[in-house]
Structures are given as structure tokens and as C-alpha cells.
T-cell receptor, first 116, second 115 residues
């Protein structure tokens, strides 16, 4: 069973508008972390934002915010004021306990296209 | 700048011919990971090293091995590559494994083609 589900293979957004990328997760561990990473065409994954399972408030990092709904097990990424440079793959990830410590597992990603 | 470096960026090998991918880091992180990323799929964790301790994922084929001779370097060895092993291989690091908030630092990946 998939632990991280990203249901949008591709998304289009107009420059300067906001966009929401969906992510749902599955875990029985009460302690976990949720991440979003950006992967431009260069290939290097870049950390965007983190949300802890015990955090009461939604995380924000500049134009990025994470809409954390714990009961629904969702962790959607909101990008405000989209820029052309935001065009990339976006991966939702969860860090949960495993053998050898916490491990990070990824969803299949959403490709975002920002239109001028 | 401290970083994670993967070489080469593109690697072509023949079916069944052993190949080694390399990763180095200047972050002095304890943990190094190898992920396999196939097109339109989630990056899949193959294994990780915490210092010299090797942790293999249960579903990683025996065909995949890894070595970490020192803190800075980690290698991925594919003993007999098959066509299904063609993928992007991502190396990542983190300071530790004991926290949920450890973010990963990635290299640019090595795109492996198997002919």
C-alpha cells in the first residue's frame, strides 16, 4: 500500500496566482514528519518546508505554506504568487520510524507548470 | 559551499556489466542514503549508512550493494545491471536518523542507462 499519495501527476498555474498541490499519507506512528521537496530539471531535490506531526500550527516558509489536516492525513502544499521558476517536480515526503532510525519515503510527485 | 556531489551525471553500461556510482559530501553528515528514481515513480530508498553501519531495505535486490569507506564518500555498486535497473540514482545525506525533522540534502543524481 502506498504511504504517500499525490493524485495530481501534472498541474498548470498562471504566473502570480496561487496553487495547491495535494498530498495524503498513511502511518500508524504518532511521531512523524512531513516534507515537501522541489526537483527542478537539474535533478537536485531541494527542501522546501517541514511539518511535524505534533505541530499545532501550519508551517510557512516564504511563499510556501503547508495545509496540515491531521485527522484527514493530508499535507497539501500551497504556493502563493507563482513564479516561472516554480516550474518543477514537487515531492511530498514523510519521515517515519523504521529499522536503523527514521527514514524518508516519497510520493510519486506532481509536475507543476507555471504559465506566463 | 558544502554540498553533495554525484559523479557521473550520466552513466551508460551494458546489460550484466558491473557499474559503480559515486557520491561525496562536504557536509560532514553521519547518514548517507541511496534512492532509485524511475520515471513517473516515487524515489525508492535502497539503503543507508549511519556512519559505518549499513541498513538495507527489505525489498532491495541483492544485485545492489553499497560501500562507505569514509565519512565523505559512498558508492553504489550494481553487480549485474538489468534493463529494469535503468533509472536516476539519487544520493542524499542527513545529520542523523533520530529525529523526524531531519531534512535531506541531495546530489544532482546519476542517470543510469543499461544497453
Amino acid at each position: 500500500a502506498q504511504k504517500i499519495t499525490q493524485t495530481q501527476p501534472g498541474m498548470f498555474v498562471q504566473e502570480k496566482e496561487a496553487v495547491t498541490l495535494d498530498c495524503t499519507y498513511d502511518t500508524s506512528d504518532p511521531s512523524y514528519g512531513l516534507f515537501w521537496y522541489k526537483q527542478p530539471s537539474s535533478g537536485e531535490m531541494i527542501f522546501l518546508i517541514y511539518q511535524g506531526s505534533y505541530d499545532q500550527q501550519n508551517a510557512t516558509e516564504g511563499r510556501y505554506s503547508l495545509n496540515f489536516q491531521k485527522a484527514r492525513k493530508s499535507a497539501n502544499l500551497v504556493i502563493s504568487a507563482s513564479q516561472l521558476g516554480d516550474s518543477a517536480m514537487y515531492f511530498c515526503a514523510m519521515r517515519e520510524r523504521g529499522t536503523g532510525g527514521f527514514k524518508t519515503i516519497f510520493g510519486a510527485g506532481t509536475r507543476l507548470f507555471v504559465k506566463a | 559551499d558544502a554540498m553533495v556531489i554525484q559523479n557521473p551525471r550520466y552513466q551508460v553500461t551494458q546489460f550484466g556489466k558491473p557499474v559503480t556510482l559515486s557520491c561525496s559530501q562536504t557536509l560532514n553528515h553521519n547518514v548517507m542514503y541511496w534512492y532509485q528514481q524511475k520515471s513517473s515513480q516515487a524515489p525508492k530508498l535502497l539503503f543507508h549508512y549511519y556512519d559505518k553501519d549499513f541498513n538495507n531495505e527489505a525489498d532491495t535486490p541483492d544485485n545492489f550493494q553499497s560501500r562507505r569507506p569514509n565519512t565523505s564518500f559512498c558508492f553504489l555498486d550494481i553487480r549485474s545491471p538489468g534493463l529494469g535497473d535503468a533509472a536516476m540514482y539519487l544520493c542524499a545525506t542527513s545529520r542523523d536518523t533520530g529525529q523526524t525533522n531531519e531534512k535531506l540534502f541531495f546530489g544532482s543524481g546519476t542517470q543510469l542507462s543499461v544497453l
